[in-house]
Structure formats: C-alpha cells, structure tokens
C-alpha cells in the first residue's frame, strides 16, 4: 500500500520518498516512560507496518546477533520473504572489530538490505515536537538586538511577516524552515504563518510535500489597540474570521483525516485580537474540534497592556478564558510570569504550556517556572520560538531548558535571593520528555505519537554519535591521536570516548548534539531527512 | 625565515605547517575596537611576517578587484616576486555570479595561488581566547547530573583528573582537546592540567607540537580540609612547590621565549590549598612573572566553607590577596556571587575575571553579573570551564553570556524580584569583545594579541557563512527551493538570506554559529586547523 501525498511535487518525485514499505527497525530504542524515565532498549525489533504504525515490538537474544525475522513477520500477516519490503537497521553490540582486534566498544548499523556495515554509535529516539514555531520569522533567527517583546515586534518581525504575501518568497523560505527543522529532528511542529491565506496554505501544502507533522495556523489579528500594524492586520473579525476558515478549508482539502496536516486557530495574542474574534475562533475549535495556540505572559509590559486593555478579566489566562479560547487542544507560549490562579485555570481546562527557553532568554522576558508548572499539573511541550528563539533545534530548546532550570534553582546569582530550590533543576530525562510525550500532550496527539508502543506511528529519528575515540589495549585506554584532525572536521561537537555508559551518551547527545547526529528522521514511518555525508 | 617547534613529531610533518611564508590577507575583518564598538573592515589587507605579526594593514580602492601589490610589498622589504611567498584570501563583492546571473550578493574567497574561487560568504574576526578550561575534563562534557560544585568535583571530576597519570589516556585525550578547541577557533587557551608532572608536560608540548597559544598549569591541591581526595592530591606545599617547578622548567625548555607556551601557577581553589603553598607559589609568580589561575566564588556552599576554613580572611578574594596570589596577571575563574568590598580588591590588583556561564548555568552555581564588574572596571574574559560548562566553544560561551545577561536582566522570572535592569544585557559587540579582546587582557596578553593591528601577532580565523539561500529576480525574493535539502545537510545551521546587512550576519554567527563556520584558524601566522569538506 502506498500513501502519496496529493501535493507532491518533481521534487519529491523519488519513489522511496512516496511509498512506505513495511520496515523493521533493529537497535537501541531510548524514549521517556514517564517524565523522569527514561527508557533505553538494547536489541529490540520494532515493527512497522505500511501505514506507519508500530505493530510490535520484540526483544532480541541479547547477543545482539541478527534474528530471524520470517516467523516473526509471518505472524503479523506479512509475506516472509521481507527481504525486498523492509529496511533494516542491525544493531550489533561488540568489543572487538571486524579483525577481532581493539577492545573498542563498537555498534554497527548495516543497512539490512545491502548487508552494509557502518561504524557508528546510532540509537533511535522518537520524534521531538516543536510546540512553538513562527516559520516566516526564521530568516530572523539571531536578529533580535537588545529588542523584548513589543519592540521586537514591531522592529523585526512585523515587517518581515507582511513581506511574506509574496509567495516566491513564501515559498523559499518555507521550504527551508521545514527542511531546516527536519534536519534537527523535528517531525511535528505547530506552526504559525502570517496573516495571508495564500501562503499560510503554501506553509500547509510543503509540509504535506515534505513529510512533516504540522499544525499550520493564520495568524488572527483583528484589533486596532496599537499591538497590530496599519498594514499588517486583519481588518476586522469577520474579515479575520473568513480568511481562517479559507485556510482551514484548504487544509481539509490536501489532508481531509489529518493524517500530517491540522489546521489551528491562531489569536496572535490577546492584545492584538478583538473579544469578538477571540469568541468566534474558540467556537470553531469546538464546532471542528481543531485546537488553538496563541500567546500567553511573555513578558511584564506585556501583561500590564493586558490588564489595560481588558480590565475585565482577572487576568491574562482569564482573558482567553472568557473568550473561549482556553480548551483542552488550546496551546499557551511562554506563560514566563503566570500566578497560581492563572496556572489552576490552565491545568482545570486542560490546556498546554509551550515553553520557549531560548526566546525567553533571547528576549529578555524571563525564566520561566517549569517544575512549579509540573507541580501544578500543566501539560508543558518545548518551542522553538523562532526566531524569538535564535535557533530552529528542539535539542537546543531542551538544553537551554536544562540551564534555564539550573538558574532558577540557584536564584539569581546578583543578589542574596534564593527562591530557588535544587529541584527546579530539570534532568536529561525530563527535558527529553517535554521534547517529545509532553509536547504531544500538548499539542493533543498523546494518543498517536511521543513514545515508542504499540499503536503508535513511526515518528522516529535515527541518532548517530560517531565512533569511540579510545580504546583498551592491555588495560590501559589508548586513543590514535593521528586520526583526530580530520575526526574534529568531519563530526559534530559530541565525543564519545569508550568508557560512558548509555546514559551518558544520552545526556553528551542533549548536551553536545546538533543536525550532525540527526543521521535519518521518519514521519508516519516515511524517511523524510537523510543527513548527507 | 621557518619558525621549528623543538617537539615537532612526525604528524606534523608537512612543511605547511611547519614553516610560515610571509602572507597577505584580503577580505573583510571584523574585530572589537572597543567594548561595545564592533569593527567591520571591508575589502582591506593584511600583510603577516614571517614571525606572524601584522606588520601593515591596506585598504581596498573599494571595488573589491584586486590590488596589484608588489609595490606594497616591495616597500616592506619583502621579494616582489611574492607568489611564492604567500596566500591570499582574495575577496570579491558582487552582485552577479560567474555567469552574470541573478541579483545575488555574493563574496569570493579563492586561493590567489590556485586562483580558485569559492563560493562562500567568509570573514576573519580575530581569534578567540578561553580564560579557563579544564583540559583533563573533556571527556566528561555534558556529564553533571544535577550534581553542583563540591559533588560534582568528588563524583565526576577528579576520578577522570586521577586517572590522566597514565600517559597514552593523557595523549589521546589531551591531543583531542587540543584539535577540538582550534577546531571551534580557540587560538589561546589557559588550561588546567592534572597534579600529574609528566602529563602535564605532555599538555605544554602537545600545544606547542599543534601549535596552540596556551596557559599551561598542573593543579596544586596540598590541603588536608577535605577539598582533595586522599589519592588525588599533593602530600605537603613542598612537594607541590617542586612538583610546579618540574613544570615550569619544561615549558622553559622547549619554549624559551613563550612563544606559544606560558607556564601558569595554578592552586587549584582556596579550599584544596595550604596558605604556605599559595603564598610560595604567588613568590615564583612575581620571582618569574608569570601568570596565576584559579577558581573564586562560584557557588554559595563553596563561599561558606572558604570562610570556615579562613576565618582570618574577610572574604573568599581576600583569601588570595593575603596569600600573594592576587596579581595583575592573575586569573579568577567565575566570581559568580563577589561582593562590592572583592570587586574593588580584585580591581586594585588588577585581576582578570574568566566568566564561564555556561558551566555557572549547568551547575546551578548562579548567574554572574558581568555588566555589574564591567561598571567596577574589572578585566573580564570568557571561559568554556570544560567539564563544568559543557561545550569547548568559546562560541556558545559567548552565546551562553549573552543569555544568560539577559536573564539577569529580567530578574528572575519566578518573583516580583526585579533587580535586573535593561542594561545588564550584554550585546553581539560586547560578548564578542568579552571573548576576544577581554580575554587578552586577562592572560595579560593585551599587547600581543586580541585586534588586527600592526604589531599585533596574526592569530585569527576565518568564518564562513554558506551562499546566501535567496536572491532578487525583478524586485522579488526568491530561492532554490530544490536545493535545500542537500544544504542543509552540509552546512552549519547559520542562514545567510541575502539582505542582510554585516552586523546581521554577525549576529547569526553569533547566535547560530559553530565549528562548521570556522573553516581556518591560525595562531602566530601558522595555519594550525583547517575545516576539512
């Protein structure tokens, strides 16, 4: 069975790219039990079929030897001879090399069909989410100035967004953010477009092309409190209104069971969004079950136009509570300052939390109180924030996530004040986790992706991490010096040097890790990103 | 004129490296003027001696082509038949490619002798300098748990430490760091090394073989408080005293003139010395005039002991400054929580700060207040502090303090707390100053390297940002949508679209830049990395 996109262009006209095979990938799994296991599986099959689903998952013998696949395969319907309808990924743990020399601690990953054998450390680990993404902002990525938020905006990303009406434009830099984005793992991600349908739709059609996850919103922009630009806003609800639905008609055309493609209801934030339009798009959400995302305590000049412009709200989670846009698939950016109030309204509508580290930092907003909002039982995801985040990486998201952590914990340095408490730390396992199982609650798709079970889809990335630079030779670790210049040039930043236990690795990966280690990514079981060279 | 280090060995062979030709660079430099005064030299040259000092600096007629320089060359003395003798990046602005197609901006940097031209933005920004790094510790980049100073130490730190007295672990991993810091553009580095005498050595001769600029120390740890581990320390001040001198007189040995070499006293931090120790070894500093280092204040608990275990210290920098180890060549790692009273001491003497903040951030030891010294006229410089920071990029160090500024800035995000103020934020000038040209003044190297000025010895890099993705066809932007995929396979995460302007595309390097970027790095006119694909 082959699923085809129905907007695939010359450029994807490959056919590996279009058809998924039934696959068996073979390895080690790592993915997050729960937020703070971390679950790591050594030689273990998992099994996907033709429409991208994981329909088992089976342990190896332990002596990282190949097993035969024919039973196994014939139990699930398929015809046994796979050889010519899978793709193979073989695990083979061992402490020699093919001459039996070093004591060198070695993983192969042949490609099972052409019985290849590659000298690299690889572990799958599913998919990471980027629950916050301006995609027409990211030719701004790094460009922010000493600008926060609301001079931001109208410094550097009004007038880029307003740019984008031109679709050859649109279309470039689309096709790169995706690409960008996949290239660092990023199989599903929320997305806002700008105010125009048409290239809100080209947004939502590239990624149908390329194979990405995607929640593709209009950005909804009615008000004329000053937050909007003369020449970049909607001109009033119902206009605002009308050009949704037409993004979402689209979206229901080029993907009707979402398979990939979800369009969602996108109030920039409240200060730029009248009441009315608020009400109106939280009545779509409910009508079509479509979920929200919009901006929410970013930061404090912020949060004071809020109390302004809506005085009769309680506060700023009050405002879209009373505007119905708080549901259980409704996403909150940033939520950098909310009070205990504010955090028990999110957590009795279900909402998420997207938290964007980076931008936070970037921006000047704030650290944002992670652990209180776990304590409080709010779902929280990792965004990106391009570009009010610099970098398009959820890995980069999750460190920043972790060093954020550490900052609250100790207090701020500058001054005897330490509110903070060692366990505001975030681990290696936690920040993976809002990378990806918390991200899918967030983002409502808990059901369908975050972690590696039965009945999931193969939302995956194959994780590379180079060879062991060190070996034992008579008890002693030894390493070959001469090898390293060109080692340095041609990988990226994490080294692995023999002695690190699988744990370790993870966390040299989270800490160290860029696109280099980002070897293959699959969504809905289609290879989507392969790394070149 | 060929400059031969006395340990050259057989991987470094090859007569490029080994001899430096008198050469002329052509391009765009940026280097820091001043602290917030970032300067971007267009279309000019440098000509480097044979002994690797800048000896005149040209402008361009401003069209880019190139100058006929024999003239220029003939007035410094040098042969006019100078093909031979040198390598020219040769720099063209254009707005057209070969073909004379497309709006695009582009730059050339082809060899002058091969006259091969490459399409690459790139731009020498003078080097980079790390203020303190742990060399030993590299192997456990990205490992501290939630571990904070004292733990961290015992647990992950000086097991590694101990374990480099065996010599083929200490090369392997020692010529790794080496290659990895130039890799990431470090031309200067003030390294820790072990307690060990021989490792250590191998360090200083493994640097000056690379070709390397570095700080060599072997850590003095005499104390009995509990600071060392029983079989990781030195038995009395005697025995550490001797133990430095055995390391000092190598370095005098193979690099006489410190060249590239500077031995450096290093007790480790108060706590693991004895007064008599750090009162010996202030008198070999002055005796010799050499350099200190050490750690200072980097996290509460730390504080807290060092004023139980000197009770007749007012504060952690006056422990030092009574012991003689407070010199205008000494360097203070972190500072992260001092005091006006230290400040004003530290500045008397005039100490260096080494601000490492991605190391304060991961081990939750605070968040330094860097404006806050600047204002106090403290010398400040940054610092990777491998292992406690996880990254060898003086880059991400870089990036690391503009966030993290920025979090000061704002307060802690979690309180009413707001004792940040807007100017506590550190900008793209100000962090790369903090990395170049204030890290010079910290290992009190100020006269010799840090600008591009005559005089000055040639320690740079060369930075490469990629083709511009997008170019004006009939006054619209467009891109290669189909080319993408490959491009983002095979280039650093740093986008150039193609409007913007210098400062924006250091900006990006800034905030998106890596290794990838750092395609050649030389150290007293010697090419020591070259990016290899």
Redesign the interface.
Same mark, same amino acid.
């Given at each position: 069975m082959t699923s085809t996109p129905s907007m695939a262009s010359s450029?994807l006209s490959a056919p590996e790219k279009l058809s998924i095979k039934r696959q068996v990938f073979h390895g080690t799994f790592v993915h997050c039990k729960t937020l703070t296991d971390l679950e790591i599986l050594h030689d273990t099959y998992m099994f996907v079929d033709e429409h991208g689903v994981i329909v088992k998952i089976l342990s190896g013998d332990g002596t990282g030897d190949a097993r035969d696949l024919r039973e196994d395969v014939g139990e699930l319907g398929w015809d046994a001879d796979v050889d010519d309808e899978r793709e193979i990924f073989e695990y083979v743990g061992s402490s020699k090399d093919e001459h039996g020399e070093h004591g060198e601690e070695r993983f192969f990953f042949p490609g099972f069909i052409e019985k290849e054998k590659k000298k690299k450390i690889t572990n799958p680990i599913n998919k990471l989410l980027d629950t916050h993404i301006h995609a027409p902002q990211?030719?701004n990525?790094?460009?922010f100035?000493?600008s926060?938020l609301l001079n931001w905006l109208n410094t550097y990303t009004f007038p880029l967004e307003a740019?984008l009406s031109?679709l050859?434009?649109a279309?470039?830099?689309y096709?790169?953010v995706i690409?960008?984005t996949l290239?660092h793992g990023t199989t599903t991600a929320a997305y806002y477009a700008t105010i125009h349908v048409e290239s809100t739709n080209l947004l939502a059609g590239l990624c149908l092309q390329k194979g990405q996850r995607a929640l593709v919103g209009r950005c909804c922009m009615d008000s004329d409190s000053g937050a909007n630009l003369d020449y970049y806003r909607d001109d009033n609800p119902t206009q605002s209104l009308e050009r949704t639905k037409e993004c979402i008609s689209h979206c229901e055309n080029i993907d009707p069971d979402r398979r990939l493609i979800t369009p969602i209801l996108t109030p920039r934030f409240a200060p730029s969004c009248t009441p009315q339009l608020m009400g109106s798009l939280g009545k779509i959400a409910r009508e079509k079950d479509l979920p929200i995302q919009t901006h929410i305590s970013e930061n404090?000049s912020e949060i004071q136009w809020v109390k302004e412009l809506f005085p009769e709200c309680n506060s700023y989670t009050d405002v879209y509570d009373k505007y119905s846009c708080l549901t259980p698939k409704t996403i909150l950016a940033h939520a950098?300052?909310i009070g205990e109030d504010e955090a028990a309204l999110i957590r009795e509508r279900g909402s998420g939390i997207a938290h964007c580290p980076?931008s936070?930092?970037?921006?000047?907003?704030?650290?944002?109180?992670v652990r209180?909002m776990i304590d409080r039982g709010l779902n929280v995801g990792l965004g990106t924030d391009v570009s009010g985040g610099?970098?398009?990486?959820v890995l980069a998201a999750a460190r &920043?996530a972790?060093?954020?952590s550490?900052? #609250?914990?100790?207090?701020?340095?500058?001054?005897e004040?330490?509110?903070?408490k /060692?366990r505001d730390?975030l681990?290696v396992p936690e920040v993976l986790y809002l990378a990806t199982r918390g991200g899918a609650k967030v983002v409502g798709m808990e059901d369908k992706i975050g972690g590696f079970e039965v009945g999931k889809v193969w939302d995956a990335q194959l994780i590379g991490l180079g060879k062991p630079?060190?070996h034992r030779?008579e008890g002693?670790? &030894?390493?070959?010096?001469?090898t390293?210049? #060109?080692?340095?040039?041609?990988t990226g930043?994490?080294?692995i040097?023999g002695? /690190?236990n699988w744990d370790?690795k993870v966390?040299?990966?989270?800490?160290?890790g860029?696109?280099r280690n980002t070897m293959k990514v699959w969504v809905n079981g289609r290879l989507v990103?392969?790394?070149?060279?």
């Open positions: 450029s990211y030719p990525s790094g460009l100035g000493s926060t740019s031109a050859p434009k279309r470039a830099i096709s790169h690409q960008r290239s404090r950098v300052h980076v936070n930092s970037a921006l000047t907003s704030g650290m944002a109180r209180w610099f970098s398009a990486s &920043e972790s060093c954020v550490r900052c #609250v914990a100790a207090g701020i340095g500058a001054s004040n330490t509110n903070g /060692e730390t681990s630079l060190m030779k002693e670790w &030894e390493g070959q010096e001469e390293h210049e #060109v080692e340095v040039s041609q930043p994490v080294d040097f002695w /690190e370790e966390a040299k990966w989270v800490f160290n860029d696109d990103h392969q790394r070149r060279n």
